[in-house]
């Protein structure tokens, strides 16, 4: 946001630089229209204004527009120049600005030729040698059209300067909407006239306010349409609302939107009024001085040794800490020097000062442009050092301590370390039984499966959040069926909530109210949310589980193989779940809701069913599907499966020199034989069980090699990202191979159906663009080469390898377009599969200039 004055591009700012730490807060930075074409010759002249800069070198790096308005292409003098003169750069001009005036203002005259074509014009502010000055995280793009197209409004700005000289005004520019104010003394009242250039019908929403800018009143007043596209609207503040500042907002009702500066509501500087002035009531608040040596001061006085002081100066603002020890707490006072609206992230560290856990709390005002924040440790939590920093939510900017987060040494109190201890002894003997409840939860899964003769899920939780199991199995001889959902939860979730729906068929994802299913006997407690779930908490059982039970009808059906089949008067369910304090959800490892099919027909009904059905259920149901999340939750299955059969007790793993031999007489590498030379003294129903998973997992990651799976669905994968993903689950299956004898055979057989991954998946797309770029051939929308190029970065698959060695064949045989289907046709792939991706290849290969 830049620009001031009558002929103003923008509103002026203040812009404290987000990514330059020596540039101090107060920079502004206006573009002012001096002269249309039509009155300058051709030539539309420009003003570049920097206010606040100092006087050292400062320089102004440019582009312009050629095409569009936010390209950056070099210019010719034939099409702008500037005064003083530019040099040019590689890829930019710059331009030296002069000294300041003697109102601290250094100015860049610019003058673009009005017939040039030019869309735009843009640029940054440098200062030796990496500070660098943006209009937020974007450059200062001026566009052009636009200027030219406001002429009707810098118009009325002029003529409602003529009429009142003395008048204040400010302009402002936000998401394509020119707002000036005018506000000027009415022998004890304030005139207040609003100009808004926009195609929609806008409402001002205003009201006074003091130095805090907290709002004493609003009152909305429709704008008026006066020319063109400005409307124009006219207050009169009297008495009590002739306060320093008029903040206002745009309410646009058509799409109900608000209009505010950056985030924030307006703010127009009102001029004094010569009439006595009303003054508001005082909040009841602390009272505070001006300086904050008076706080120091009285924390000494009152808290002796017991506080500690702390001062900060960070981009001109200085911040003052003040922490005082108490038997049961530590409490923190933060001070900030600012005008600005800040927010203050904290969190207590070690003496490594790393963060142990983060929160917010907003810093409240105080007179005298000045914010306070008040922060209560519990001696439980107190640690070493209190860490924090700041952040400027209208722009998005952090304020830390030079290059680090502010870090202050906390005070100590006799009694923290014995409570602190307590606390740990405390929690430690909490967790220990709860994670002996986890064992034995997981212990007891075999159990819970074995029952289940309609269906058995499990469900991994993110975040480390616990385990879910839900058995579906008959009773009253295939008439009924029972639905016990047993989950262990994290200690720091408490009594969770399920949040539910039923699905409304077999291989459905969509979910419906369960209270429609009159059938069901759901417990008591289900709590209707809208159209289509429900919630219910769980009922807590012994060892730290928690449970809930349903029964429904079902019936007996005969399946097409003629093998009969009890299905439940419902498809399933599908949930997510909640914590007690309802302030963190969670969902399974693998992103998706939880969902639980009640039904036996064509599901594997042996060893690691809930695999099967797990696997089926990711192929057929999920919306999104590509290579990298298949490997993906492969690593999921085994990292399960390791869990569950070896436990989480940690070993240490073989080393290579166990498993391969080296022949130093010959340099001959040779591998042992993936079965073991001798029987592993595992019991014959452990065998089974391992080779059961495996030949799943194997069977899966075959079918996925052989394209009988899709590699990607409605997903975004680019090189890099496949390539990491590959890298982990190979070097997962080498370390399985080493850890499990019993099982080799059918690990190197799924490591066979995998690629190799590497570390050059991100070079090899990048030195494509190279080689395209080296030889001119254009990213063009809809060209064979950029088309390859799209599905090559967002959709990865090893097809890729395939299409490129058909692009190579096509080069070599000068523009053989046989050669290049045939290399295609033995990779597996056709017209129709590359019209398929997500970012389809539609088009055919075309000779370039190349050195072949």
Known sequence: HFGSGPRAICVEERLPSPSTSSMAPGHAVSVEVVSEPEEAGGWAVLEVNAEGMGDGELIMHWGIGKTRVDEWAVGSDAQVKTTPES????????????????????????????????????????????????????????????????????????????????????????????????????????????????????????????????????????????????????????GPDCQKYLMFVLHDASSNQWLKDSGRDFAMELPAIEAAKFQPQPRAERAVSKKFGKFVKEAAEEEGEAAVTKEFNAGGMEVVVIASATELECNVHVLVDTTTDLTVQYGSAGADRTWKYSKRVPLANMPDQAHEAFISIPAAEVDKNFMFVLHEGAVNRWIKDGDSDFCFELPRHPEWDRLKREEEARRAAEMEKAMAGRTGFLASRKEREAKADISFAVFDLERDCGEVDVACYSTDGGKGAKVEIRGWFHPRLGECTLHFGVLSGLRSGEWKSPLEEKSVTWPPGVTAIDGKACQLKFQ???????????????????????????????????????????????????????????????????????????????????????????????????????????????????????????????????????????????????????????????????????????????TCTQPRMLAGTTNQITLRMAELWKAHPRCRMWIRWTLATMGRGGSAGQQIRDQILVIMHGHNIKEIHGTYYEQWHQKLHNNTTPEDIGICRAIIKYLQTDGNMGEYWKVLADHGIDKERLASYSRPITTEPYMVNTDR
């Open 87 to 238: 040099a040019h750069v590689q890829g930019a001009c710059q331009a030296l600005f002069p000294p300041s005036d003697a109102q601290g203002c250094r100015k860049i005259k610019v003058e673009i030729k009005g017939d040039a074509g030019v869309k735009g014009f843009q640029f940054v502010l440098h200062k030796k040698p990496n500070d660098w000055l943006k209009n937020g995280s974007s450059n200062f793009i001026v566009n052009l059209a636009k200027v030219h197209g406001a002429k009707v409004f810098r118009n009325l700005m002029k003529a409602a300067l003529e009429a009142d000289a003395a008048a204040k005004h400010q302009v402002w520019s936000c998401q394509g909407v020119e707002v000036a104010v005018f506000a000027s003394d009415a022998q004890g009242s304030c005139k207040v006239k609003a100009l808004v250039d926009s195609e929609h019908d806008l409402v001002l929403q205003y009201g006074p306010a003091g130095d805090d800018r907290r709002w004493q009143s609003s009152t909305r007043l429709p704008l008026s349409k006066v020319e063109g596209t400005v409307s124009e609207g006219n207050v009169t503040l009297t």
């Open 540 to 714: 807590q059982l012994e060892n730290h589980v928690q449970g809930i039970d349903f029964t429904m009808p079902a019936s007996t059906k005969k399946s097409d193989a003629g093998e009969e089949a009890i299905e439940p008067s419902i498809a399933g369910v599908s949930f997510v779940l909640k914590s007690s304090s309802g302030d963190e959800w969670f969902k399974p490892r693998s992103g998706g809701n939880a969902n639980a099919r009640f039904t036996s027909a064509g599901r594997w009904k042996g060893e690691w069913a809930h695999v099967a059905d797990k696997i089926v259920e990711q192929e057929v149901t999920w919306e999104c599907m590509s290579l990298k999340r298949r490997y993906e939750n492969c690593l999921e299955f085994v990292d399960a499966w390791e869990k569950q059969s070896e436990g989480m007790t940690m070993r240490k793993m073989r080393s290579w020199n166990t498993l391969v031999h080296v022949d130093s007489s010959k340099a001959v590498w040779s591998r042992m034989p993936s079965m073991p030379v001798f029987e592993v003294p595992d019991e014959e129903d452990i065998k089974a069980n391992k080779e059961g998973f495996w030949s799943w997992i194997f069977v899966w990651q075959r079918f996925s090699f052989q394209r009988l799976l899709t590699w990607e669905r409605n």
